[in-house]
């Protein structure tokens, strides 16, 4: 038997030492999916978010990850199964699929939370945001030891001021420094494509120059499925 729900009403009798009487049901499942999906659901008045489900499921253990990387992961990977597009953002999705898609990203999240280590506070909030996970992710997929050199000096910003790492580093800190709202993942996401394109082809970089965003997405030598 496997307890998915009640835990804190059990916790309280613990700690209080007094009886209570509890109704229990129940539930056959086949699998570790309908496990998933049944944990999703149940909980009248208190939805599960996807934090929830990264938490319960051991995320972070079975990936080698610490907790805030885990739900990361996890919001990425709502983010890829819905194929980076904005008007998909309020589709719902099951979260045993998400569960089961970030475990399918174990090492590529490996690697770039090894290679993002020490990240400076001021461009954090950008290095961490799910769009660009998303395209880091795909790069060490294909390219894991070129991923791993761009996003750690891209990280650093150290270096010449034309290596296209340190043109993204600080166009990363000037938005990470927007307030208007009008840094979209679309923008985001197409400098990194220019930053990295440079990159691969060992070009200095005097600008980037973020591509069309009515044009799909394109990363140099990676294929990804994205708007």
């Known amino acids: 038997l496997i307890l998915i729900d009640g835990q804190h ?3 309280a009798v613990a700690a209080t030492r007094k009886s209570i009487d509890f109704s229990f049901k129940t539930y056959h499942v086949k699998d ?17 978010t996807l934090g929830h489900n990264v938490k319960a499921h051991n995320v972070a253990a079975r990936l ?19 194929k980076f597009d904005p008007n998909q953002r309020k589709e719902r999705l099951i979260a045993s699929d998400i ?9 590529e999240a490996q690697g770039y939370f090894t290679a993002i280590a020490g990240c400076p506070k001021y461009i954090h909030s950008m290095i961490q945001r799910s769009c660009v996970i998303g395209i880091a992710l795909h790069t060490f997929r294909y390219l894991p030891a070129k991923s791993a050199e761009f996003w750690s000096a891209v990280c650093s910003g150290q270096g010449n001021r034309n290596a296209p790492t ?13 307030r208007t709202g009008l840094v979209r993942d679309a923008l ?8 990295w394109g440079s990159f691969i082809k060992d070009e200095e970089c005097k600008a980037l120059r973020p591509y069309s965003m009515d044009k799909p997405l394109r990363i140099l030598r990676v294929p990804i499925e994205a708007m």
């Open 166 to 178: 340190r043109r993204l580093h600080m166009a990363l800190a000037d938005y990470a420094m927007d």
């Open 188 to 195: 985001v996401m197409r400098t990194i494509a220019s930053a």
């Open 99 to 107: 569960i089961e898609e970030s475990l399918r990203w174990e090492e």
């Open 64 to 82: 080698n990850l610490n907790s805030s990387q885990a739900n990361k992961l996890a919001s990425t990977c709502k983010m890829i199964l819905l």
């Open 9 to 11: 009403r059990l916790s």
């Open 32 to 48: 570790n999916r309908q496990l998933l999906e049944l944990y999703s659901t149940l909980d009248v008045g208190f939805g599960r």
